[in-house]
């Protein structure tokens, strides 16, 4: 190879002079311009031989001469010019990067330059294949946009809603991060300030009319509320199984009994209870004990008259019997209660309940025979109520009636609705563990005197084994909730069923913890769509995918690039064949391209492949995003692969070795080299690669942040739904007071 000096010239117009092969240079784009030659060594005379002197240990000395005995640039000077040379050379090839293409084997360069070698004979064969692969990945890319939102889409419908429907879960607040995932009509249930609008302590049909305007079609509760038949179910409830005015009625109690003989009632004192249920009393103004039914005794309160709930005795006397062989059961009257027939392990006064004996509690034999607290004249206006009821027919005409003659004072429902209410609260029996693991279940304590609750009758609570924490909770929600709340309540949870998915069970200590398999897919702690290392994971394949999309991007806007500076030509005059010593090797140089190519390949070719591009750049990142397990991320990045490589599959299937070949035989197409571009290119030093991929990571950046903000909220609305965990979820701070 032969050398030359030539000064190389930048673009701040600094000449350095070096011995560089003109060839390359020129290869390189730099431009070179040839120095006077400098004469060789054997034509310069050769330099003084310094004096040599032997020391007196015969050691060789050199005099110190005046001159340095070499000549020449110094080392840190020529390590700066062949750095300089080398940056040089390097921000030229940048230059070209973006200004000179290098045709590849894909269906893309095949639809170009196939037309230019037939001069236009095989457009249509090379369009075709280019059609074929532009219906390919357009094909998948739609899929896969389809896919990625429906499934989105409908995961995100079955937590959050639409614009048209209701969720399961909404954020009562605008810019509040509170979410709230459970009935609306239960949330307003539980606290009595949401029901009785205008505080005057009483919930009235017409506050509940107005609740339910307030909140249908809006998007706070929408079409999960229906106040007003809450209300009605409350009322109907109520009259199953409420009575008149219940008032204790205990041993030396003064009660009213019923005279059958006389037909009056008189003024008596109980003496006994027995053990089925009659009543032992004396007349206040006699001596004689008489025996009467239960129906038969009321009492007299401030004139008020209420009917007696009468204390379970229970005989005791366990097998035990008399000296004539009678138990408890043989002593009917009050005449044989003096003991004349008791024995050692028989004392008539202390086993039988006729007698006064035996053993009485209101709870001592359960619940059941307890009437309820509740009147219907407590809530109703009587004889307005009664009278309306008589003359319904239709249930509409009934539903008149309770809208028109009843009311809910503030001490009746805290007593009978709200503190059972709140247990509606959890989606279903199996979280009642739950509650219990996390310290979370409500706690209800009765105080049984001579009524009980209305929940005991709903539940079938009837012995004191049943007053549990676990058996209220379980008997609250499977039977109290659906008797009080409505059909919305119902397809909520079956909503919730279907968001959350299956169940597992575990075992902690003498408790049964339910999990969802909605919750798993956030929760796990290291492969949950939240732990850090799924979101390290879903950073490093989008990044890489990133990366892939530079190269072609890159490529296209060199295209671009090509396609705008080519000079026009004859479809005949645009290609230059070029032999090299063997006939089997010859090159292809583009010289131009004819108009009517230009227009065609940008309209048909360029234009379809730059939308393609960024349609398959978005579609991927979404597609990626939109995974719910490692493995489904793996397969996407995958199947994503083989979408952006479809054109150079095609190519080799159908383009054959001939275009192969030819296009390894085109030498490099070069376009336009921008001034300022090649200016930033040398002063900065950076690939020009780098800047395609800023605005590629600015949009990853943007996506990301998106989808952790979005993945984040369906983790919370899901912990809320399923779980009823969370800082943010309304329910559980409910459950928490």
Not at 231 to 249: D, M, Q
Not at 362 to 386: C, K, Q
Not at 394 to 405: G, H, M, V
Not at 598 to 616: A, E
Request: aromatic share 10%; net charge negative; hydrophobic share 40%.
């Amino acid at each position: 190879m032969v050398l030359a000096k030539v000064h190389v010239v930048t673009e701040e117009n600094d000449e350095n002079e070096e011995t560089v092969d003109p060839e390359a240079a020129e290869a390189d784009g730099l431009r070179v311009r040839p120095v006077p030659s400098v004469p060789s060594a054997t034509d310069l005379p050769s330099p003084p031989k310094s004096p040599i002197h032997h020391g007196p240990e015969g050691h060789v000395r050199h005099h110190a001469s005046n001159h340095s005995h070499h000549s020449g640039t110094p080392r840190g000077q020529q390590g700066q010019r062949v750095l300089h040379h080398l940056t040089t050379k390097i921000a030229r090839r940048e230059v070209l990067g973006y200004s000179q293409l290098v045709l590849q084997e894909s269906a893309y360069d095949n639809a170009y330059l196939l037309p230019l070698i037939s001069m236009g004979r095989f457009f249509g064969r090379s369009f075709f294949l280019l059609t074929i692969n532009f219906i390919l990945q357009y094909s998948v890319a739609y899929l896969l946009y389809t896919r990625t939102n429906v499934t989105q889409k409908a995961y995100r419908e079955k937590l959050f809603g639409l614009s048209e429907s209701q969720g399961a879960c909404y954020y009562p607040e605008k810019y509040e991060p509170d979410i709230r995932c459970t009935p609306d009509e239960v949330y307003l249930a539980t606290d009595w300030k949401h029901l009785d609008l205008n505080e005057d302590n009483h919930w009235t049909f017409e506050e509940a009319s107005q609740l339910k305007a307030e909140h249908l079609g809006s998007r706070v509760t929408g079409r999960r509320v229906n106040m007003t038949e809450v209300y009605k179910n409350i009322i109907r409830v109520f009259e199953k199984y409420a009575g008149p005015r219940i008032a204790l009625c205990d041993t030396q109690h003064q009660v009213e009994v019923f005279d059958q003989l006389t037909g009056f009632w008189e003024v008596g004192y109980i003496t006994n209870i027995t053990s089925d249920n009659r009543i032992i009393a004396i007349y206040a103004n006699a001596t004689k004990l008489n025996v009467f039914e239960n129906r038969h005794t009321r009492k007299r309160l401030n004139g008020v008259i209420y009917t007696c709930s009468f204390p379970k005795c229970v005989d005791t006397d366990n097998g035990a019997i008399d000296s004539i062989g009678s138990a408890c059961q043989g002593y009917n009257g009050w005449d044989a209660c003096g003991g004349t027939w008791d024995d050692e392990d028989f004392k008539v006064g202390k086993l039988c309940c006729t007698c006064g004996g035996g053993s009485r509690s209101f709870g001592l034999a359960g619940y059941s025979h307890l009437p309820v607290g509740l009147s219907m004249d407590r809530i109703t206006s009587v004889d307005g109520y009664t009278l309306c009821k008589q003359d319904a027919l239709l249930p509409a005409q009934q539903d008149e009636c309770i809208k028109n003659f009843t009311t809910i004072p503030n001490h009746i429902y805290m007593e009978e609705i709200a503190p059972f209410a709140i247990f509606c609260l959890l989606p279903e029996t199996e979280t009642c563990s739950n509650m219990k693991l996390r310290n979370l279940r409500p706690h209800v304590e009765f105080n049984i005197q001579s009524t009980v609750p209305v929940f005991f009758k709903i539940t079938g609570l009837s012995t004191a084994t049943d007053l549990t924490p676990d058996v209220i909770c379980h008997r609250a929600v499977s039977l109290f909730c659906p008797s009080v709340f409505t059909l919305q309540s119902s397809l909520f949870q079956e909503e919730r069923t279907d968001a959350c998915g299956k169940k597992s069970r575990s075992v902690q200590g003498n408790d049964v913890k339910v999990t969802y398999q909605a919750s798993s897919v956030y929760g796990d702690p290291v492969f949950g769509l939240t732990s850090a290392m799924f979101q390290g994971f879903l950073f490093l394949i989008v990044f890489l995918w990133g990366l892939a999309s530079v190269a072609e991007f890159r490529s296209i806007s060199v295209w671009w690039n090509v396609m705008l500076a080519l000079p026009s030509c004859g479809i005949h005059d645009c290609l230059r064949e070029t032999w090299e010593s063997s006939e089997e090797d010859c090159s292809l140089e583009i010289l131009g391209i004819s108009k009517k190519i230009r227009i065609l390949t940008i309209l048909l070719n360029l234009l379809p492949r730059s939308i393609l591009q960024c349609c398959i750049f978005i579609v991927g990142i979404q597609y990626l995003l939109s995974v719910r397990n490692i493995s489904d991320l793996i397969l996407n990045s995958l199947a994503l692969t083989f979408l952006v490589t479809v054109d150079e599959m095609l190519f080799a299937a159908f383009a054959g070795e001939q275009n192969a070949a030819w296009i390894q035989a085109t030498k490099p197409i070069k376009g336009r080299s921008f001034r300022f571009m090649d200016r930033i290119l040398a002063l900065t030093h950076i690939p020009f690669g780098m800047f395609m991929f800023f605005p590629i990571l600015i949009w990853l950046s943007y996506y990301l942040i998106s989808n952790k903000i979005y993945t984040d909220q369906l983790a919370d609305a899901t912990y809320c739904l399923c779980d009823l965990e969370g800082s943010n979820c309304l329910a559980s701070r409910t459950l928490a007071m």
